[in-house]
């Protein structure tokens, strides 16, 4: 046995006990998903799909592959399903590799403004580089700016065009997305990676009667692996025939070579949790204490973009005390045993690497069994963190950024008053399991 690796697993798991997660793109998946991640099914190669395998030995592997498929079909109402893309990433590749040209006009909201990387941000990812991205913002309300997009899709004509986001704290309007894609003749993507277990749950409106092609990840709210699923419309079939054809020959041969087929079985696991009462009660929980968190911070005085919260996710703003404050923040939570992200805000005045926000959510404290109350507490020591770091302005000097920020991380490692909430963290994490059934 490699003792210093499995030592090192014990001290993640016991970190995770012991701290409050708000990460709004983790969780904690059921003890059945991660139980077939460690099975034999990670051994067997099956590059291909079920009963058109490259390889030999592939009868189990091909029930298991259609079963998941099967069971993703029954969950949400589709025609057509794939769960081999490995992550969230590869699977918009998949679909942008499948539907576009080199070249072709695709639009999404801006990573500045809650979307993703993979939705067209410029010069950095291939999304941007090999397809003409046009990127929409938001309104005055930090909403998404729907009569912007349509003017920009009237002028550029996209072919595809993506409603998704990373950070983006209220309920997405399939409709009117689907309203400009008709104008122009756009296919659409909805990205619902954050959002699936609402989805399924009935917690947040349903993109399966106005998008073409749904994908999303298997984690986050949906409690599974780490892997991703690409679906196919009705309304997507009908317009072609062969799309879901497409997107299997996007995956492979286009993209990747075999699948992971212990991820393959997890997700089979998860879609079928998925279908039962119980994750119904999960996923309102979600919302609830979302809300309530969001209620409790508003109330402390902190502001959050929106003013507040539709989903599992809310994004604060620390502007008002100065800018560049949510790496701080996030630091200083983290010593204090509540691990976040820092996240730009709306028209960022900062930069990515010192933004002024902090991205949080409820999915994986809601996994764990809290609720409101647990919420209410968790938004007072935030509250006091940021009243400890709501003075340490980033020097105006690019250069000198840097060593301001380790002087920083230094005084709040040792910081007694940032230790003290850290205790009591511990004292009421410790009270859950990690994952409560």
């Known amino acids: 046995m490699d003792d210093v690796v499995f030592e090192l697993i014990k001290e993640e798991e016991q970190r995770q006990i012991e701290m409050i997660g708000l990460i709004p ?39 298991i592959e259609l079963l998941a498929i099967e069971r993703l079909k029954e969950l ?31 639009m999404g909201l801006a990573l500045g403004a809650g979307g993703h990387l993979t939705h067209g941000h410029p010069t950095v990812t291939f999304s941007g580089k090999y397809y003409h991205s046009v990127q929409f913002g938001l309104d005055e309300n930090d909403r998404i700016d729907f009569d912007q997009m349509q003017a920009l899709a009237r ?19 399939f409709a009117r997305f689907r309203e400009i894609a008709d ?17 399924v749950a009935g917690e947040h409106v349903s993109p399966i009667p106005y998008a073409d092609v749904i994908m999303s990840t298997t984690h986050k709210t949906f409690r599974g692996p780490r892997g991703a699923m690409i679906l196919v419309t009705d309304r997507g079939l009908e317009r072609d025939p062969s799309l879901g054809e497409k997107i299997d020959k996007a995956i492979i041969p286009g993209l990747q ?12 696991v998860a879609a079928n949790l998925a279908a039962q009462p119980e994750f119904k009660s999960y996923a309102r929980q979600i919302r609830q204490n979302a809300l309530a968190l969001a209620e409790t911070l508003m109330d402390k005085g902190i502001k959050l973009v929106g003013n507040g919260t539709d989903n599992h996710l809310m994004v604060l ?7 560049g404050l949510g790496r701080q923040v996030a630091y200083a939570l983290d010593i204090a045993g509540i691990y976040a992200n820092r996240n730009a805000i709306p028209n960022e005045p900062s930069s990515p690497f010192y933004p002024s926000g902090l991205r949080i959510g409820t999915p994986l ?5 809290m609720k409101e109350a647990e919420m209410a507490q968790i938004g007072q020591w935030i509250a006091q963190v940021v009243e400890y770091v709501k003075d340490a302005a980033l020097p105006e000097e690019r250069d000198s950024r840097g060593a301001f ?3 920083f991380k230094q005084q709040a490692r040792d910081d007694s008053f940032l230790h003290q909430i850290r205790q009591e963290v511990k004292a009421m994490a410790s009270r859950f399991p990690l994952f409560k059934a």
């Open 317 to 323: 703003d620390f502007t008002p005390y100065s800018v």
């Open 76 to 106: 949400f109402q589709v025609p057509f399903a794939n769960v081999q893309a490995y992550s969230g990433s590869p699977a918009n590749m998949a679909v942008q590799f499948a539907l576009l040209e080199p070249g072709d006009t695709l």
């Open 257 to 268: 070579g075999g699948p992971h087929n212990a991820t393959t079985a997890a997700i089979a």
């Open 25 to 63: 793109s983790e969780n904690h998946m059921a003890p059945e998903v991660a139980q077939v991640l460690s099975s034999a099914l990670s051994s067997k190669y099956s590059e291909g799909y079920a009963k058109r395998r490259y390889y030999e030995g592939n009868q189990i592997i091909d029930k």
């Open 365 to 369: 404290v809601t996994t764990r069994g």
């Open 183 to 199: 104008e122009v003749g756009a296919w659409l993507l909805a990205d619902i990676s954050h959002i699936t277990g609402l989805v």
């Open 405 to 407: 920020i380790k002087q």
């Open 155 to 173: 002028e550029h004509q996209p072919k595809l065009i993506i409603a998704g986001t990373t950070s983006y704290p209220f309920v997405l309007d």
